[in-house]
């Protein structure tokens, strides 16, 4: 499976929304509400912040929301922080032998 | 507290081997099924493999079946990584991962382990 598509970097003004699309196929993105994504800061281990699509896991702030629109999955940061600069990466359930099929993720860049 | 701590990554040259561990504690392993992941420097995150909660069904990223086992120990709480035949581009930060049972999303991660492929 390849690599679900995401723009390379995305940059915002503290305050201001940024939203980072993932573009996958029928296969993956478009045939379940199966897509997480996650944070990942310089250096550190990824987390997960969004799941099912449109979930938060506990702790996670609601600035952060996630939507799906046929073979694309969206991920917005509302009300942008410092600490929100970080790598973003999608991923999407693609069946039960791939299971995950991650994107080439997104540094978003806070201005 | 939930935990996993990656073990046995370091220098190989091509064509080596090695093995690498993930211990997990602080959850219920038995009812997790349990995955890898590599970063390779500087690049983003790749699926590699999966097992399922009995150790009876695995499945492999194309790039490296036929040369990398899971395994797991449900009784050491343990998941395992055998990997043979190591090419410079297996190169990464290798993390053990876990989904729920039946949740499709990785909730866990371990802190990752380097595996440097190279002469």
């Known amino acids: 499976q390849s690599a679900l598509t995401q723009p390379r970097s995305v940059s915002g003004s503290p305050g201001q929304s940024v939203t980072i699309s993932c573009t996958g196929t029928?296969?993956?993105?478009?045939?379940?509400?199966?897509v997480s994504w996650y944070q990942q800061h310089p250096g550190k281990v990824p987390k997960l912040i969004i799941y099912?699509?449109?979930k938060r896991p506990s702790g996670v702030p609601d600035r952060f929301s996630g939507s799906k629109s046929g073979n694309t999955a969206s991920l917005t940061i509302s009300g942008l922080q410092a600490e929100d600069e970080a790598d973003y990466y999608c991923?999407?359930?693609?069946?039960?032998?791939?299971?995950?099929?991650f994107g080439t993720g997104t540094q978003v860049t806070v201005l | 507290e939930v935990q996993l701590v990656e073990s046995g990554g370091g220098l190989v040259q091509p064509g080596g081997s090695l093995r690498l561990s993930c211990a997990a504690s602080g959850f219920n392993f038995n009812n997790s099924w349990m995955h890898w992941v590599r970063q390779a420097p500087g690049k983003g995150l790749v699926w590699v493999s999966r097992?399922?909660?009995?150790?009876?069904?695995?499945s492999y990223a194309d790039s490296v079946k036929g040369r990398f086992t899971i395994s797991r120990d449900n009784a050491k709480n343990t998941l395992y990584l055998q990997m043979n035949s190591l090419r410079a581009e297996d190169t990464a930060v290798y993390y053990c991962?876990?989904?729920?049972?039946?949740?499709?999303?990785?909730?866990?991660w371990g802190q990752g382990t380097l595996v440097t492929v190279s002469s």
């Open positions: 029928s296969s993956n993105v478009g045939g379940y509400n199966y």
């Open positions: 097992i399922n909660i009995e150790g009876t069904s695995t």
């Open positions: 991962a876990r989904n729920r049972h039946k949740e499709n999303y990785f909730d866990y």
């Open positions: 991923c999407s359930y693609a069946g039960s032998y791939t299971f995950g099929v």
């Open positions: 099912d699509v449109n």
